[in-house]
């Protein structure tokens, strides 16, 4: 056995021959699905009174979570997302990046949908999913510096979602907009670059994408990445990252 496949046996945990890369997509139903449990959380959280307004990044994040997890999952109020459906959804779950060289990488959650399959799929479980990255986006935390340089750009470096083709960005909006903050700040050459913008975001056209009362209609944007995925397996995929804003003001 060469030194290159113990290698990514040894690191991975199956053989390269066993998987696929990049792992099937998840398609644009699951996205609106889990669009709709977050809009459904935070549905719950303003109904309880919780104040959206005061809390930190992590605090609604939280909130959040306990309300998907504790409520909704278990329960199965939201349409095809429940126990059946869907495993524990998980926060800052730690993840290796696309070559191990980042070990403790968390994002900030993770839904993946159960499999029931008899035959294992030829994924590396640990690193399919829908992949979450949460940013708060006001005054002092902007679309350009907080949201694109430290969350979007890790899911075009490979940190998180490498073995995917969709991401999730949750925006936490304080009188910010994406039309009006965001594009703006991707759209700097710089920033173009860093983030390999293929495609700024745009509206997603389909009646379950469109804006609700405290959430913008949903975007999407793609992304190019430079790395190549392990085991001999190609240069990696784009990435369509979507843009979910809910207002937190």
């Known amino acids: 056995m060469s030194q290159e496949v113990t290698a990514g046996l040894f690191t991975l945990g199956v053989p390269p021959e066993e998987y696929h890369l990049p792992h099937p997509r998840l398609g644009l139903p699951v996205i609106l699905l889990v669009r709709l449990v977050v809009l459904r959380a935070f549905e719950r959280l303003r109904e309880s009174g919780c104040s959206l307004a005061t809390k930190e990044e992590d605090e609604i994040t939280a909130d959040l979570l306990s ?6 999952r278990q329960k199965g109020s939201v349409r095809g997302f429940s126990r059946r459906t869907y495993e524990i959804v998980t926060r800052q779950g730690q993840v290796a990046n696309y070559n191990r060289t980042k070990l403790r990488k968390a994002p900030d959650l993770r839904f993946k949908l159960r499999n029931d399959e008899e035959e294992p799929r030829r994924v590396l479980s640990e690193h399919e999913g829908l992949f979450v990255e949460c ?10 510096s907080e949201y694109c340089d430290d969350g979007l750009c890790r899911f075009v470096d490979g940190d998180y979602a490498w073995a995917m083709e969709e991401a999730l960005m ?30 700024l ?12 009362d405290c959430a913008e209609v949903l975007h999407v944007s793609r992304h190019r990445r430079d790395f190549s995925w392990v085991d001999d397996k190609g240069p990696a995929t784009d990435i369509l ?6 207002a937190c003001g």
């Open 67 to 72: 309300v998907i997890e504790n409520d909704l």
């Open 135 to 144: 940013k708060r986006i006001d005054r002092n935390n902007s679309a350009g």
């Open 170 to 199: 949750v925006g936490y909006a304080r009188a910010r907009t994406i039309a009006g903050h965001l594009i703006p700040a991707m759209n700097q050459p710089e920033r173009l670059e860093r983030l390999k913008t293929a495609e």
């Open 201 to 212: 975001p745009r509206p997603v056209m389909h009646s379950d994408a469109t804006a609700r």
């Open 241 to 246: 990252v979507y843009h979910s804003w809910h």
